[in-house]
C-alpha cells in the first residue's frame, strides 16, 4: 500500500515538473519596443531561439483586438505596423503572442506578452529636413523647407509629415554669424521663412529642424539638419574664426621673436670683430 501511495505521489510530481518545464521552454516576447520615424512604425521584441512563432495583435481603448495579416505566425521578432495604425491621433497597445508552428495549442496557456501604449501623431520621430538659403538682400535670407516624405501613400500620393501633422508642424531655425558661437532661434509656421535684420556682408549659418510645439516636451523636436552657410563678402579675414585668428595671433609673434633674435645677432658679431681686431692691433709685435 505504502509502494503505491509513493508510486502516485512520484507520478504527481513528476507531471507538474514536467508542465514547468515545457512552460519555461516555451519562449516569450521581452524588451517591446515601438521604433517610429516620420510615421513608419515598427513594433520589436527580442526572444530565445526555439521553433515557436509569434502573432501580433493591436488595438485602441475603443477597439477590439485585430490581427495584424502580415505578422501571423512569424518566427521573425518584429513587426510593420504603419498601415493599422490609423488614424494617428490615438493610443494603440500590441500583444504578443507566442505560438508552436505545427499544431493548434490553446490560446490562453500559451504566453503574451503587451507593448506599451503608443500615438503616432505625438510620438513619431521626425528625421533630418533638407532646406536651402538664397539671399534676397544684404540683410535678408530666405529659407526653403522640404517636408521629409513618410512611407504612407493616400490615393496614390506619397503623404508628407505636413500631411499628418498639418497646422502642428512647425519649423525652428537655428542661424548664428560666421565666427560668433551666440545662436539664435526663429520658429517658423511654414517651409518658407524670410529672416532679416542680418549685419551685411556677414557669412551666417543655418541649421533646421522640425518642431511640434503641440506634443509633450521629449517629443517636440525632430533630428537637426546638417548646417548650411552663406558667403560674405568681408574677405578672407572676416571668414577666420576665433580659433583661426589665435593662430595667425601666434604666428605673427613668433615671426617677430625670430626676426628680433636674428637682427639682435648680426648686431653683437660686427661689434665682437671690431673688439677682436682692435686687440690684434694693440698687441706688441
Known amino acids: 500500500m505504502a509502494s503505491v501511495e509513493t508510486l502516485l505521489w512520484v507520478g504527481v510530481w513528476m507531471f507538474a515538473f514536467s508542465i514547468t518545464t515545457a512552460d519555461n521552454s516555451v519562449p516569450k516576447a521581452e524588451n517591446v519596443r515601438w521604433m517610429s520615424l516620420d510615421f513608419t512604425t515598427v513594433l520589436t521584441w527580442t526572444a530565445k531561439p526555439s521553433s515557436y512563432s509569434f502573432t501580433v495583435q493591436y488595438a485602441t481603448d475603443e477597439d477590439d483586438w485585430t490581427e495584424s495579416l502580415d505578422c501571423i505566425r512569424i518566427s521573425d521578432t518584429k513587426c510593420d505596423l504603419t498601415e493599422h495604425l490609423i488614424p494617428y491621433d490615438m493610443d494603440y497597445i500590441a500583444d504578443i503572442q507566442t505560438e508552436h508552428l505545427e499544431a493548434d495549442y490553446d490560446v490562453e496557456n500559451l504566453p503574451h506578452t503587451y507593448s506599451p501604449k503608443f500615438n503616432p501623431l505625438r510620438e513619431s520621430n521626425i528625421s533630418a529636413v533638407e532646406f536651402s538659403v538664397t539671399q534676397l538682400n544684404e540683410t535678408t535670407v530666405c529659407v526653403n523647407i522640404t517636408d521629409p516624405l513618410t512611407a504612407i501613400h493616400q490615393k496614390?500620393?506619397?503623404?508628407?509629415?505636413?500631411?499628418?501633422?498639418?497646422?502642428?508642424?512647425?519649423?525652428?531655425?537655428?542661424?548664428?554669424?560666421?565666427?560668433?558661437?551666440?545662436?539664435?532661434d526663429f520658429e517658423s509656421p511654414t517651409s518658407t521663412a524670410e529672416i532679416s535684420g542680418l549685419d551685411p556682408g556677414q557669412s551666417y549659418c543655418f541649421m533646421v529642424a522640425a518642431y511640434i510645439p503641440s506634443r509633450a516636451k521629449a517629443n517636440q523636436n525632430g533630428a537637426l539638419s546638417l548646417e548650411q552657410c552663406t558667403d560674405g563678402d568681408g574677405g578672407i579675414l572676416q571668414e577666420l574664426s576665433v580659433g583661426a585668428w589665435v593662430g595667425v595671433v601666434f604666428l605673427i609673434i613668433t615671426v617677430i621673436i625670430v626676426l628680433v633674435t636674428v637682427i639682435a645677432l648680426c648686431c653683437r658679431n660686427p661689434n665682437r670683430n671690431k673688439s677682436l681686431q682692435s686687440t690684434q692691433l694693440s698687441a706688441p709685435v
Open 156 to 184: 496614390n500620393q506619397q503623404l508628407s509629415i505636413r500631411d499628418i501633422l498639418k497646422q502642428d508642424l512647425k519649423y525652428k531655425i537655428s542661424y548664428y554669424k560666421s565666427g560668433n558661437t551666440r545662436k539664435r
